[in-house]
């Protein structure tokens, strides 16, 4: 297997590890978001560092990198859950989940704009359907309208998917560091969040499984996972990882199903076939006149 291969398949790990993260936000329940922020990021970059400090690990220097790199990582990291946070305290959670996951399809528009990557029409197409099986598991097929009093809700959400794909593609521009070095910046983005969650909320004390929700979050889907997305984005297929990402929403609605945190309904099932048929689409190389990542 080629390293393109390796790194796309450690970002579709990123994806699957993200899927997690709904089962364990409803876990942790009742901790403030920026407290929640702080604790896993934290955890997770603590881990990061003692996993480059073990016998025969790359040691503390792997966590160096260039200004621009930590900037792009630490900005995109903060910045995107920060926009987050915000877009649910302002607008439904419905419209909200909508409008963020406009962020796969933003990366394959992204990606198109770097030098030597071409987007396939069908990858275009497989997108699109990803997008709609999105919007269908998110609004269970239900209709929904944006009104005017939540616009600073929708506004956040939507920079906060642009910062998470402008992230994701310009990420590309520092191939040559490592993605150990995400340790460092994990640590930084729980910094950040203990100076917010300090001066506007009040600490609560985690429960004993709230704490293991916590830990779960630091090692999967906070920790590992932007390690994986780091590699993936920087040396893998960045077109297919941009579709993949839709899987996300479906994946985590599994888990919910589950775990009994929701209950069936046909939505899931028609999202799932949309999905399918547009990773077929994305992934086929064919007589297209546009070819992708030359």
């Known amino acids: ?28 329940a009742g901790i403030p978001p920026f407290q929640l922020l702080a604790l896993t990021f934290s955890l997770a970059g603590g881990l990061g560092c003692a996993w480059l400090l073990r016998p025969g690990g790359a040691g503390i220097a792997a966590l ?20 987050y946070f915000i877009a649910f ?11 963020n996951y406009l962020w796969p399809l933003l990366i394959v ?33 239900q209709s929904f309208a944006m009104q005017p009093k939540y616009i600073a809700g929708y506004l956040a959400a939507l920079g906060a998917a642009f910062t998470w794909s402008a992230y994701s ?20 983005v729980g910094v950040l969040g203990a100076v917010i969650h300090l001066t506007g909320e009040t600490w609560v004390t985690p429960t004993p ?28 297929d960045i077109v297919v990882l941009g579709m993949a990402s839709y899987a996300a929403p479906l994946l985590s609605t599994g888990l919910l199903l589950i775990f009994g945190r929701t ?25 297209d006149p546009k ?4």
């Not at 393109?4 to 409803?26: D, E, M, N, P, Y």
């Not at 070819?291 to 030359?294: L, S």
Request: glycine letters at 12%; charged letters at 10%; hydrophobic letters at 55%.
């Open 209 to 236: 499984g709230q704490w293991a929700a916590i830990l779960a979050m630091a090692t999967g889907p906070v920790g590992t996972a932007f390690w994986c997305w780091d590699r993936g984005t920087k040396h893998g």
């Open 109 to 141: 528009v992204f990606a198109g704009l770097l030098p030597g990557v071409r987007v396939y029409a069908r990858q275009w197409l497989g997108t699109l359907l990803g997008l709609a099986g999105a919007a269908l598991v998110v609004t269970r097929g």
């Open 169 to 188: 593609v310009l990420n590309r521009r520092f191939g040559a560091v490592s993605s150990s070095a995400m340790a460092g910046s994990c640590l930084a």
């Open 291 to 294: 070819i992708a990542e030359d």
């Open 1 to 28: 297997m080629d390293d393109r291969r390796r790194a796309t398949l450690f970002g579709f790990s990123a994806i699957g590890l993200w899927a997690a993260l709904a089962v364990l936000t409803t876990a942790a």
């Open 64 to 83: 160096r990198q260039p200004a621009g790199a930590a900037v792009l990582t630490i900005a995109a990291l903060a910045g995107y859950h920060a926009l």
């Open 263 to 287: 209950r069936p309904h046909w939505t899931q099932a028609a999202a799932l076939g949309l999905l399918l048929f547009g990773a077929f689409l994305s992934a086929r190389r064919g007589s």
């Open 89 to 99: 305290n302002h607008a439904p959670a419905v419209e909200v989940n909508l409008v």
